[in-house]
């Protein structure tokens, strides 16, 4: 498929999605949403896509924020509206079975330090920054901001970020564990790339289950202990189990098709 907002390219199982309105720091706006949850269904569906990465166009900015240019005289009932369907897209690559992760190759800012949240992890430049600076313009986070920053560096830190307007540097950030790693710019597509083939060999179904599981964690109608114990019993019902156990003892690399 092709998006009026994204580039992509299937690279041996991995689709790396490039935001690209460089001329706007490739900030979000109605358009880039639209994109991003139709990639997102693109990626659950499309059985050649293991895994992703979502990076910005450009070498500035991953995502500056959102586009100011749609806050422009909104009224409490359509921000109301703006900020769900922000959420939803978020939630959709957040819950996404398939590993998507975030490069980040510039300033992630206000909606693009919450695309990047909602990723499954974060690789960073070493001029990246990130920040939610949202209370400059006499708002708070809408997309996810408040509560996903929290859950990643601890109350206190995310609070501090929140109530400042303050920007995080790279080493920072990682520091704080925002993200995972930080490299030179690069080298940010080939390290996500080399990340993401080693997670492609292993088996889809116990990757996906993971994911879930971890994200039980936060939630507020899940028991995190339950859904691990449902996603380790529903595993022994898949060939992928079967293969993985018997590779072991036959002491051989195991071939898993995600059955």
């Known amino acids: 498929m092709s998006y009026p907002t994204l580039l992509t390219k299937l690279q041996d199982g991995i689709l790396i999605i490039t935001i690209n309105r460089p001329e706007k720091l490739n900030a979000l706006n109605k358009d880039v949403f639209t994109d991003l949850s139709a990639v997102v269904d693109e990626i659950t569906q499309n059985s050649a896509i293991q895994s992703a990465i979502i990076t910005g166009s450009g070498s ?20 109301k509206a703006l900020s769900k369907r922000g959420q939803d897209v978020f939630f959709k690559i957040e819950n996404c079975i398939k590993p998507i992760i975030a490069a980040v190759n510039g300033y992630a800012l206000g909606g693009g330090c919450e695309l990047a949240m909602a990723c499954h992890f974060r690789l960073a430049t070493t001029h990246a920054k990130f920040g939610q600076p949202e209370v400059n313009l006499g708002l708070v986070p809408g997309y996810g901001g408040t509560q996903r920053l929290t859950q990643l560096i601890g109350k206190g830190r995310a609070i501090e970020l929140l109530i400042s307007g303050n920007m995080l540097d790279a080493d920072t950030a990682l520091q704080y564990g925002l993200v995972n790693y930080v490299v030179q710019a690069d080298e940010l597509l080939n390290k996500a790339i080399a990340i993401l083939t080693n997670i492609n060999t292993k088996a889809p179904l116990a990757v996906g289950a993971c994911i879930k599981a971890a994200n039980a964690v936060f939630s507020k109608v899940q028991n995190g202990y339950d859904v691990e114990i449902n996603a380790f019993s529903q595993c022994f019902d898949t060939e992928d189990t079967i293969e993985g156990i018997t590779a072991f003892f036959e002491k051989r690399k195991a071939i898993f098709t995600g059955k």
């Open 60 to 79: 500035k900015a991953f995502v500056a924020g959102a586009d100011i240019l749609e806050f422009g005289n909104l009224s409490k009932e359509a921000a």
